[in-house]
């Protein structure tokens, strides 16, 4: 058994369905009883680096899988075939892969992305909660503050206030202790 | 006395010729990875050779097979900013 992987350019320009199709189709062509889809990334629209087939964006698609060359053989020549597939490139990822070590990889991954997935669901919580507490305080210490300058405004109309300003204090530090240091020579230079 | 070491240091200039797949063991080369590759060409999508970059031998053959490989893929330029 191989490891491939197989990025390729699919038309950004038709339907989504239309697009959906062909990835099916091609994720169709690879799954068998021994052959399976590791993963399956939609890049997306892209910018290329250079037009192909007149057109400077492409919707990019990373696939890896196993297989044995003829699945590589019948892939591209279905992609080649395919106008909605405007360019394609596979590499050879592993020459004998264990289909079972990439089972369990691919198991762990999943638990990784769904624990992970978890911890931030749960760190969202936390900071919505958060902020709903100190939305309430805020709310709370506004309403406050209202009642206090209705107070205050009655209280200012009824006296004046003495404004007292405060007595500076100039505390004059004297530096203390003149350390002379000499700087010390290096011997060396 | 004091002026000869700093016209010493003045006139040996070194470049740091090491190269930064084998000096760096978590920097993988990827097609994928424009951004680490994009270093190794010039601005006209030339591949930047071992003499400039200091690269290792066996770090600039993949580098050379993943730039090729981008290249093909639409990832990087073949001819890229072509100045007039």
Known sequence: ????????????????????????????????????????DEWGVRKTAYEIKKKKRGFY???????MGDLVQELERVMRIDDRVLKFLTVLKDEDANPEAIREEMAREEAEKEAKELE???AKAAAEARKAEAEAE?????????AKAAEEGEAVQAEEEDSA????????????????ETPVEDPKE | MAIRPVNRRKR?????????????????????????????TT???KIVPRRISGTCAKHQRALTTAIKRAR???LMPFVGNVPD
Request: include cysteine.
């Open chain 2, 72 to 74: 093909h893929i639409a």
């Open chain 1, 61 to 67: 698609v990373l696939a890896e899988y196993t297989g």
């Open chain 1, 165 to 180: 300003a405060p007595e500076e204090a100039d505390a004059s530090s004297e530096e203390s202790g003149d350390e002379s």
């Open chain 2, 12 to 40: 040996v200039f070194h470049r740091r010729k090491v190269c930064r797949f084998c000096a760096d063991k978590s920097m993988n080369i990827d097609y994928k990875e424009t951004r680490t590759l994009r270093y190794f």
């Open chain 1, 1 to 40: 058994m191989r490891r491939y992987e197989t990025v390729f350019i699919a038309d950004p320009d038709i339907p989504e369905e239309n697009r959906v199709a062909l990835f099916e189709r091609l994720k169709g062509l690879i799954e068998t009883d021994e052959n399976f889809i590791i993963r399956f």
């Open chain 2, 43 to 45: 601005d006209r999508g």
């Open chain 1, 138 to 146: 805020a709310e709370a210490t506004a309403v406050a503050e209202a």
């Open chain 1, 120 to 122: 931030r669901a749960e």
